[in-house]
């Protein structure tokens, strides 16, 4: 499947747009690392947890936006989009949607 941010593939000419496709991940932190995590706010630095946690939640939603394009029949998933979102104190939302397109 090829994924792009661009609204075209290059080399490719766009046959037919199947639709916008989504996935989503929605994860929880554990308070055990937010009590770490605050230690850190104090003297600076990554928060690696929290960069790991948000990849594997890029990755899931993108595994899931994939999956949705493919029973479409899709080739590509075009003007593709990453958005972040607190659902409450402890969880955050990642969603990852793009337009499906069949190519020439």
Do not use: H
């Amino acid at each position: 499947m090829i994924i792009t941010s661009t609204d075209y593939v290059p080399e490719k000419e766009i046959d037919e747009v199947l639709g916008v496709v989504k996935g989503n991940s929605v994860r929880a932190r554990w308070v055990g690392k937010d009590l770490r995590a605050a230690g850190r706010t104090l003297i600076g630095g990554e928060m690696s947890y929290y960069s790991e946690l948000l990849g594997e939640s890029r990755e899931q939603a993108t595994q899931r936006m994939v999956e949705e394009a493919e029973k479409l029949g899709a080739d590509a998933i075009i003007v593709t989009r990453y958005q972040t979102s607190m659902i409450m104190a402890s969880a955050a939302e990642v969603l990852c949607y793009g337009t499906a397109v069949k190519l020439k």
